[in-house]
């Protein structure tokens, strides 16, 4: 692909790219230069501009000094999910110089800083040459090594809006909000702005993307994941988190420490409504949210895979012993430390069946931080209500990256559901108590919490096996039957759960897709574009497990379905087939794992070449 | 056999309490324990504690890891409830039961294997933060359950009943929970029920994280000669530094003693600990000094028992983080969830 060898030539040799509100921004840097937040100052303008944008961070595991990208999405259909491909690359890392000029689209646009010459041999041919010379800027303008750095971010901030046609006021009017209580940065800041634009202006004409008002953003929010999921327990009525920092679920506890803050002091003392323990490690922070749970607090933690792995004993006495549970997983890339800054699919397994013996678990899967929200504040209520752990499962793309999606929404009227919990009064009336009867037949049974009662309610809890009266007991009947107990609150949890969402084709297909999670806004735009094509294809989002019936009953009604999953061993089609007894062989994998979301050039790739195999197949059957 | 009832039979000439309950109301199931095990003289220990402190049984939750010692809760205290919870992991569940509820009063019972063993990170992090609880390791030096390995509080040279010789250096969990802060340190022997209850009762009284390493014999696998937790040995090696009494309000304070000979500790809730003091220049209230008087007896080979330390003014995990005074568990839908309004604001900042 690379194609440093040919000549340096001034003018694109074929036609440079030409786009309003639709084309692929990637800023290449040097991890802990301060990027980040200039990088989504240029992200957040466009957004200003009424333009829908997706923002991702693709970092290292670093602090300092190894290569780090931000993409922008701009994208006025508001399609979300990473397309592929750049088309104006802003390479300020000579590390990774060579693979990101490569990676640039024919056609697309090069912004670097001109300061020294271009490498030997110049850069490819098939693209437009924007040079700014940033550093020379700098250094004429900042004697201080940090803020030469600090306003280099700045400055191609500044040129970037210039070239694409971004408001100055918008741009000018973010560094106010940004630096708010700083007020002494403000103005060096709009000079930099400033001055980034002034170097551009002799380029503006060179650059055929261009930004333009438009009014699609509407009432949108812009979020981090992580931070909505706080925010939902927040409004869950979370008082006990108890986690350890793992990237990337550190901003979990992060972001609720900071909302609890804010919302949850006792107004006449200023006092704390909540407890939040940095733990010495995971199976700690599992222990204490189970302890809490037991105890009648809504508690969570939030982790990642190698979290999940050290809490599954904790997660089985919790499914055993009946403790309401909330664990936030946002996944990375495993096994072991794998990529811990890339965002994977890949803790459905070690989820769903955490723990030794026979055990299953609630998972919730948000489509992106709106979701997080709804369903972060929904899991305390599915914790108490089967007194279980509730796992929701967000993912590196939707927890550390802002996405644009649905406002929150809250209905005053709305209770916290604290399940089936026996207080004083019934204890005190004669309601018999027996910790585990399934007085109701759905396979929940009553509570009671310690202290309620001075004669009544008290039983113990113990992981081992107990007849329904919570009495120590290895008689094998008593034991199947409480496991067959479990089975059927899992039952009832399939009608308590968020069923899934469908869309249905055009035309009536024998095609079906299954998605969850962060590949929804890939998903979308693959679909959509599959449309344009006449590829019909019904689609269906997973939003939790114990998948609900509508789940095998779209599998039922289609010859092949594709499974799109963001890890190797297709573990959301290893769920159905073993949940549903559904024959595998036609359910397609379609499998990304390299670290990076998910693109919908990806998704059409593969279902269009699996849609072409099975009509392969097809032939060579009618033809047996 | 599964689980035994304990028949309720009541002796006629059984004393109520300051509540009108009897020592039987305070017992559990009967124990499954070997017979003459020194983990059921502890549970007799803490029956006595909280029958003589007049605790309400149900305001007191019990906690335990897994093991031998980690049973004993379904043994005692029936009308409280208890969790028999993981492996070593004790401390933790206990850490966010008090945090759900800071009103009921958390015992936690482990073992040396779950707590120096596998939960000694807990232990130490439990400790650590001040939680209010009082922790007491029911030390017999052995796995018991899994028939007699070593535990990681075995003395090194000390004998298994298999006659193997113990090489590694053992845990010091007195010594740990001095250095890890604990504001209530003391050691008992189960076989002295005389100097234990009064131990478990002011650390029951004791707001912020108490500690008692109570050695206890296992008769099965760890009471012949060559271990260094048997009951002679420890009979042989006890050197106790106080005798306490704890005085409720209720009680009236008698000076019956020598000056000097005395020392009295009140500690927060009111509670006034008297101790006879047998080396007559020991300060329990010098974390310090305790730590040095602790070394030189384990230089000599001698157990220190009795309460080590204590610091009255002590502050709790809640105090820590400030929590509200109303139990986590008992708050309010609205004083838990913020209005669609405030929701609608941080919408605002968002855009």
Known sequence: MQQLAKPFAPEAAIAPLAAINDFVVKFANVNGSGSASANGMFAKSILRMGVPVAARNIFPSNIQGLPTWYEVRVCEAGHLGRRGGVDLMVAMNPQTWAKDVASIEPGGYLFYDSTKPLPHGGVRDDITLLGVPLTAICNATYSDPRQRQ??????????????????????????????????????????????????????I???????????????????EGNSAAALGALYGGATVCAWYPITPSTSVAEAFMEYCADHRAEPSTGRARYAIVQAEDEIASIGIVVGAGWNGARAFTCTSGPGISLMQEFVGLSYFAEIPAVIFDVQRGGPSTGMPTRTQQSDILSAAYASHGDTKHVLLFPEDPTECFEMGAMAFDLADRLQTTIYVMLDLDIGMNEWLCRPFAWDDSRRLDRGKVMGHDALEGGTPFGRYRDVDRDGIPYRTLPGVHPERGAYFTRGTSRDPDARYSEEGSVYVANMERLLAKFETAKALVPEPVTRTAKRS?????????????????????????????????????????????????????????????????????????????????????????????????????????????????AAQ | MTFIAKPRLHHPMLKPNGLGFTRRDYEGKVSTLCAGCGHDSISAAIIQACYDLDLPPHRLAKMSGIGCSSKTPDYFLGASHGFNS????????????????????????????DSASIGLGQFAHSIRRGVNMTYIVENNGVYGLTKGQFSATSDAGSKSKKGVINSDQ?????????????????????????????????????????????????????????STKSFDYVREHNAAVNRLDVILDRDEIVVDYAPGSVELVTQHDGSVLRLSKLPHDYDPTDRMAASQRLQMHLARDEILTGLIYVDPEAEDLHHHLHTVDTPLNALRDEDLIPAAAALEKINATLR
Request: glycine share 10%; with cysteine; charged share 20%.
């Open chain 1, 150 to 203: 600090l306003f280099k971010n700045i400055i191609y901030v500044g040129a970037l809006s210039a070239l694409l046609g971004i408001d100055p006021e918008v741009g000018d009017a973010l560094v106010a909000e940004q630096f708010k209580g700083k007020d002494r940065l403000i103005l060096p800041n709009l000079e930099a702005l400033a001055m980034g634009r002034e170097h551009a202006q002799d380029l």
């Open chain 2, 170 to 226: 053992p845990i010091e969990l007195v010594a740990l929970a001095l250095q890890l802060g604990a504001t209530f340190v003391g050691r008992g022997f189960s076989g002295d029920k005389a100097q234990l209850v009064p131990l478990i009762k002011a650390a029951l009284l004791h707001r912020g994280a108490a500690f008692i390493d109570v050695l206890s014999p296992c008769v099965q696998f760890n009471n012949h000669a060559g």
């Open chain 1, 205 to 223: 004409d060179k650059v055929a993307l261009k930004v333009r008002h438009a009014d699609k953003v509407g009432d949108r929010i812009y979020i």
């Open chain 2, 86 to 113: 993981v492996h070593g992991r004790m401390p933790s569940v206990l850490t966010g039961a008090n945090l759900a509820n800071r009103d009921l009063i958390y015992l936690g019972v482990s073992g040396d294997g």
């Open chain 1, 509 to 621: 297909t024998p095609y079906g897709v299954i998605y969850f999670g962060s590949t929804t806004p890939a998903m979308n735009e693959a679909l959509h574009a599959l449309e344009d094509e006449a590829i019909h294809i019904d689609a269906l989002r997973v939003r939790a497990f114990p998948f609900n019936d509508e789940v095998f009953a779209f599998i039922a009604a289609h010859e092949t379905v594709f499974i799109v999953e963001q890890n190797r061993d297709a573990q959301l089609r290893t769920l159905i087939t073993t949940e549903g007894g559904v024959d595998p062989g036609k359910l397609v994998k379609v499998l990304n794992y390299d670290g990076s979301p998910i693109t919908a050039r990806f998704i059409i790739g593969e279902i269009k070449a699996g849609m072409a195999n099975a009509a392969d197949s097809g032939v060579r059957e």
